[in-house]
């Protein structure tokens, strides 16, 4: 186990009646870090703030926060840094203080080694679909349950993720990561407006794109526009771009020619890809 941190304090403990842990009443990231350097972080900042603003939860220092990320990774220098911000503690019920004292955690592991991502991943269609709630999409909320079900599907240790769609069968991205679809040439990436993470590396990739002059297409996204995709793949902060080569029982797609530029392109300007 690596270390932890909560509210600064190593060896620190969560009290039982804090509200992340009461009603999921926070927010968390979930940060790559190498050589001792945290990956994206300002993007990361800017998704949590978001957060912190949709929930009326005050955001802690940013400087402060990445002073406690780089304390917890001191030892490890790369691996996975999990921050979590909740409201903290509270009298019984649902009603958030007006005052909230801000519960920080953050706690480095190690990187889990995946088996050879960047050659392409075997992934599925999860029954489990996403409840629709415009205020709380986007944001990295501590409510996962969709997720932690949805994961619940299947066993098969040859299928590294479970895509997930919309109560109204939209595709919305996978468990833990985003979907982009490769289509003559154009990239497509389904909005996130009314569920779904705004993930910190799909904003990379649409900012890679543009400097590579790559059309996109943001909006929605079917199954049929997905079997008729040229590539497929998903992107999360830790695992960076993981071209898809087989979704069960729709269809299988190459490890593609602009799946692997966007690759390169992102290893380039010293992003995992
Ligand atoms: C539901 C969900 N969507 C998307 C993502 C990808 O987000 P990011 O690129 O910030 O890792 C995650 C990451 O864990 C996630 O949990």
């Known amino acids: ?3 932890r941190l909560v509210n600064g ?3 620190g403990a969560v009290a039982a009646d804090d509200r992340g842990l009461q009603y999921g009443d926070g927010l968390f990231e979930t940060m790559a870090a190498r050589d001792g350097r945290i990956r994206a ?3 990361h900042m800017a998704r949590l703030e ?4 949709r929930l009326g939860i005050p955001m802690p220092a940013p400087a402060l926060l990445e002073e406690e990320c780089l304390r917890v990774l001191e030892d490890l220098g790369t691996g996975v840094i999990k921050l979590v911000v909740t409201r903290g503690t509270g009298p019984r019920g649902y009603r958030p203080p007006r005052e909230p004292t801000v519960t920080r955690v953050v706690m480095a592991s190690a990187l889990r080694a995946t088996a050879a ?6 992934v599925r269609v999860c029954e489990m679909r996403l409840a629709r709630n415009a205020r709380l999409a986007g944001i990295k909320h501590l409510n996962r349950l969709e997720q932690v079900m949805a994961c619940a599907e299947w066993q098969d240790p040859e ?4 895509l997930m769609l919309a109560t109204d069968d939209r595709v919305i991205g996978a468990t833990a990561a985003n ?4 289509r003559h ?3 497509q990436t389904p909005e996130i407006r009314d569920c779904g993470v705004a993930g910190v590396m799909r904003q990379q990739v649409l900012n890679v794109a543009k400097t590579l002059e790559l059309p996109v297409e943001i909006g929605d996204v079917d199954l049929s526009e997905l079997r008729a995709a040229d590539e497929i793949f998903l992107t999360n902060a830790l695992t960076g771009i993981r071209p898809v080569i087989e979704v069960r029982g729709e269809g299988s797609w190459p490890n593609g020619e602009v799946t692997q530029t966007l690759r390169t392109r992102l290893e380039a300007v010293g992003e995992p890809g």
Not at 159 to 162: C, F, H, S
Request: glycine fraction near 20%.
């Open 9 to 11: 304090v190593e060896a």
């Open 1 to 3: 186990m690596g270390r």
């Open 50 to 53: 978001v957060g912190c603003a």
């Open 185 to 187: 040439g154009r990239l």
């Open 179 to 182: 979907i982009f679809l490769v």
């Open 159 to 162: 299928i590294a993720e479970g």
């Open 117 to 122: 991502a960047g050659e392409g991943i075997v």
């Open 41 to 43: 972080f300002a993007l």
